[in-house]
């Protein structure tokens, strides 16, 4: 038991730092050879940030451990939207721009009602197949649409040492994701919890951390322009990217039928309430978040256990 614990707490230290380097040196590395910021901010960055969610899922599917990655995606799309958003709320007014507003915003609620659809009785390759056609369509829609990307500075980076970063934060992020699941799945079995329930929960806030410590670091400085953008686009590869792999590399059943009940709904509840709230306001004030952190707090005692 405590070794599992050691190895959870491990790997969610080694996911938080790793991609957050991973992330950081790609980025670098495409202002480096002049790739567009628009394909920056939608492919890079947003593949970056779920790459936690991507691994610890593919590695559960390969395993046959469906309900792991399916919670995964699910406790990661609800943490998203409550915890990690409802936490950099206390710190400014988190502000979403219109462009975001109308192209991620209802991508983002489509993405999660796919995924909720696909995981009906399971994921098959075929669900895994549609689902990647929509990340394709949604990434097509984000770079034809978009108007600008991420800000970055003119400095000019080594090469090495950013490819290096790159790939050795890629590298440190596949070592905490293994990590985190070997030590999720040895709890889950000595505590006779469900599988589900711990990737809803334990899995799915520790791969959900690079989000938080971004949001809230970004929130803290006062730049809260790239928050909301970038915690819809996770949303989108969540349920499309990394839905899609547990689709085409263990398609299968789920163990507890439940999983595809109560925690859909609260996934694609969340998804629409805060759209609503963002397309009324604009924006996430202090009193808002701790709405939000509260309804991450009620909906874990809703979970199948």
Not at 69 to 88: M, P, Q, R, W
Not at 199 to 222: F, K, N, Q
Not at 225 to 251: D, E, H, M
Request: net charge neutral.
């Amino acid at each position: 038991m405590v070794l599992s614990l050691l190895l959870v707490a491990v790997g969610v230290v080694l996911l938080a730092r790793a991609a957050d380097e991973f992330v950081e040196g790609a980025v670098r590395l495409a202002r480096h050879f002049d790739v567009s910021k628009v394909v920056i901010g939608a492919v890079i960055v947003g593949f970056g940030t779920s790459a936690p969610e991507m691994l610890v899922s593919s590695f559960a599917a390969v395993r046959g451990r469906v309900d792991v990655g399916v919670g995964n995606v699910i406790g990661s799309n609800i943490a998203n939207l409550t915890l990690v958003l409802g936490a950099a709320a206390l710190f400014a007014p988190v502000a979403v721009g219109r462009p975001t507003l109308r192209r991620e915003g209802p991508m983002s609620v489509l993405a999660v009602l796919a995924f909720g659809w696909a995981v009906q009785g399971g994921v098959t390759a075929l669900e895994g197949v549609l689902l990647m056609v929509g990340l394709g369509v949604a990434l097509f829609i984000s770079i034809v649409g978009a108007r600008h990307g991420v800000e970055l500075d003119e400095r000019t980076y080594s090469v090495p040492l950013e490819a290096t970063r790159t790939v050795v934060g890629l590298l440190v992020t596949v070592l905490g994701a293994q990590l985190l699941i070997e030590g999720a799945l040895d709890l889950a079995d000595r505590a006779g919890i469900a599988e589900g329930f711990v990737g809803l929960t334990l899995v799915a806030v520790g791969t959900s951390l690079p989000e938080m410590v971004t949001s809230v670091i970004a929130a803290r400085r006062g730049e809260t322009g790239l928050i909301i953008g970038n915690l819809l686009g996770s949303n989108i590869f969540n349920s499309f990217a990394v839905g899609g792999l547990l689709g085409l590399l263990g398609p299968g059943n789920l163990t507890d039928p439940s999983m595809a009940g109560t925690p859909v709904v609260l996934m694609v509840g969340v998804a629409l309430g805060v759209f609503a709230l963002l397309s009324a306001g604009g924006r996430v004030q202090r009193r808002e978040g701790l709405v939000l952190l509260a309804v991450f707090a009620a909906a874990i005692p809703l979970l199948p256990r």
